[in-house]
């Protein structure tokens, strides 16, 4: 029994996905429509949707794809971007502009290494180009990061991007946050399944993480990956100079969070595998409980936090960190209760690049109240409402799409 029990355990560790469901519990996208070019890039690939009359590559707008484990789904991609609550792709063609979607091999790998195929989509994009208009270069969640380094990097180097408009979308500028008890929870799935915990300890989720746990018993704190990444960045001047910079945030502005409480019990387990496993939403406490860990693998190990502000419920972009472990785990067998499917991902105020996510207030600050030179962004955008991360919204959609470069 207990061996059946282990093996259960380690398929359910296997499935659990960060961002989106993996393996058993993965839903594929319909497949996208064939591109009009597809290029091959050192590290990744582009898919090239021209627009509508055109035969060429005309007044483009490239965009990086996001963090996620293994290479780009294109399907995925271009359905995330066309079929959800807003059309961008179909718009953004119809005003006769190109859209280059560039993936990578590994999305997990370094930022800095897939800025690189990020640099060789732009220089294959000035070299295709049809027409002058300067170009429109960013991208979704972690490819607005690695497009904000790569154009940085290009400048200090005198390379010219011709980018006339930079913009992100729900990118994590001052950070992204998992829950530490999630993360806990990879560590002590890894002895049967390191799935979970690949993920997590990846290169760019290292990178972007605002505070990364180690161990299950070990103390939060900022990765040494995320400090060289800074350190990197810094050191190509932090932002390109040249483009326009635009910014999205999936989350609202005025400092509303999305009613998860700080405290409240979010995920628990009944068995048969972790029985007594439960996780609770992020409370300033010092210490906090943010979770207990117990089962076939072990435990209990309470997991506990100090001095850290209600990161769960605060104003921003969502992901359902917390729906994927429970909706995995009822999939093999397990007992479970969820109150809260989704918590806050990337903060309003890191999407916008305006305040870091270390104290309470700065966290929930009404940003519209605040004088616009506090963003690190020439202009940005947030959303009504605390939506799914990196969701396309008509709001955002059009935002975007009336300050594109003539």
Request: aromatic share 8%; glycine share 12%; charged share 25%.
């Amino acid at each position: 029994m207990a061996d059946s029990k282990t093996d259960k355990a380690r398929k359910a560790a296997a499935s659990i996905g960060l961002v989106t469901p993996i393996g058993k519990a993965a839903v594929a996208a319909p497949q996208a429509p064939r591109a009009d070019e597809e290029w091959p890039l050192p590290g990744g690939s582009a898919r090239v949707y021209y627009g509508e009359g055109q035969q060429g590559v005309v007044r483009p707008v490239v965009l990086a794809d996001g963090f996620n484990l293994g290479p780009t789904d294109f399907d995925w991609l271009y359905d995330h971007l066309e079929n959800g609550r807003y059309p961008f792709i179909s718009e953004l063609r119809r005003r006769g502009r190109t859209l280059i979607l560039v993936g990578f091999e590994e999305r997990s790998e370094s930022i800095l290494r897939n800025a690189e195929t990020a640099t060789a989509a732009i220089m294959r994009t000035i070299a295709e180009q049809l027409g002058d208009t300067r170009l429109v270069v960013g991208g979704f969640s972690m490819g607005g990061m690695v497009t904000r380094y790569a154009l940085a990097k290009m400048e200090l180097q005198r390379m010219d991007h011709r980018v006339g408009v930079y913009v992100s979308f729900d990118t994590p500028h001052r950070g992204a946050w998992v829950p530490i008890g999630l993360q806990a929870f990879a560590h002590y799935l890894a002895p049967v399944d390191d799935t979970y915990l690949r993920q997590i300890g990846s290169p760019a989720s290292q990178q972007m993480l605002w505070r990364y746990l180690d161990s299950v018993d070990g103390t939060p704190k900022e990765s040494p990956l995320r400090k060289e990444f800074k350190e990197k960045l810094q050191q190509v001047g932090g932002w390109p100079r040249i483009p326009r910079l635009l910014g999205v945030s999936s989350g609202r502005g005025d400092g509303v969070g999305n009613g998860v409480r700080a405290g409240a019990k979010t995920l628990s387990c009944s068995g048969p595998l972790f029985d007594g496993t439960y996780f609770l939403a992020q409370s300033q406490g010092d210490p906090a409980e943010v979770a207990v860990l117990n089962g076939i693998l072990g435990g209990p190990h309470t997991i506990i936090t100090r001095g850290f502000p209600e990161l769960d419920g605060a104003p921003g972009g969502t992901l359902e960190s917390f729906g994927l472990v429970g909706d995995t785990l009822k999939q093999f067998g397990e007992a479970i209760e969820m109150a809260h499917r989704s918590v806050c991902f990337v903060p309003s105020v890191s999407a916008v690049a305006v305040r870091d996510l270390d104290r309470q207030d700065d966290l929930y600050v009404d940003v519209h109240n605040l004088p616009p030179e506090e963003s690190e962004l020439d202009d940005f955008m947030l959303s009504s409402d605390n939506d799914p991360h990196a969701i396309m919204t008509r709001e955002i959609g059009e935002w975007v799409l009336d300050r594109l470069p003539d």
